[in-house]
């Protein structure tokens, strides 16, 4: 049982797209209002989100903690700030807190100290882009970034397409908005030409673009994603 002195935790889900304003429920504004202390893992970011969930907040008003890789500094304040009773949100810069994410790592230390956390219903890229892509939503993996040196980067291409065809199952995997190119032109070159690859860029924005071709069928018209979020699906 969690302690009744322990604070409670949220975990606040952001827009993807500043546009798609629309994509997050009325609630998550009536988790924030509870907050007293926020984790985030861009300040600057985060509190302009908020201010557009909520007009009236005053920013100053709250304690704020950048998460970057959760450091034990930023766990011991995490720590401290449950111990004395507060309602803690989190918010990172990837949607959903915790997944793909360095939140994940407060998010441990509050189950270890048995403190209540409290996910609350967002956009996430992965799963958005897994429901459009047509394939195997029964078995998926999530693969984060690929190595970026090229014969690593090329092994571990050929180590997920193998996986796939072995297990049946999706591998999903990000990469650097300004690398995207570089690794559609090197997905194509090395799987085979009947494997599907989706390419979902810009979710929840007005240029949303989820396509899923066979790589034969990619190899014909490269599309240009250089500098768009994407998150790529590889099924063989």
């Known amino acids: ?10 975990l606040i889900p952001c827009f993807i797209s500043d546009e798609a304003t629309a994509t997050l429920p009325l609630y998550i504004t009536d988790a924030v209002k509870e907050c007293q202390v926020f984790f985030v893992e861009n300040e600057r970011s985060a509190r302009r989100f908020l201010k557009q969930l909520w007009k009236e907040m005053v920013i100053d008003n709250y304690e704020w903690h950048t998460i970057h890789k959760a450091e034990t500094t930023v766990q011991e304040d995490f720590k401290r700030a449950l111990q004395r009773g507060h309602t803690i949100g989190i918010i990172s810069e990837a949607g959903c807190p915790g997944v793909a994410d360095p939140g994940q790592l407060l998010v441990a230390v509050a189950q270890a100290m048995q403190a209540t956390v409290k996910p ?18 029964q078995q998926f993996a999530f693969a984060g970034y690929l190595p970026i040196d090229g014969d690593e980067r090329v092994k571990r291409i050929k180590e997920l397409e193998q996986e796939s065809r ?8 990000i990469e650097t908005p300004y690398r995207n190119n570089q690794l559609v032109e090197t997905i194509c070159k090395t799987c085979l030409p009947q494997t599907r690859l989706c390419i979902a860029a810009d979710i929840t924005a007005p240029t949303e673009k989820i396509q899923t071709n066979t790589i034969a069928d990619w190899q014909k018209i490269l ?3 250089h500098k768009r979020p994407a998150i790529f699906l590889l099924h063989a």
């Open 120 to 137: 609350l219903v967002g956009p996430s890229s992965i799963l958005l882009a897994l429901m459009a892509s047509g394939m195997n939503g």
């Open 166 to 173: 072995r297990k049946n199952c999706t591998q999903i995997f």
């Open 1 to 10: 049982m969690a302690s009744a002195a322990l604070g409670q935790v949220y």
């Open 223 to 225: 599309p240009d994603i």
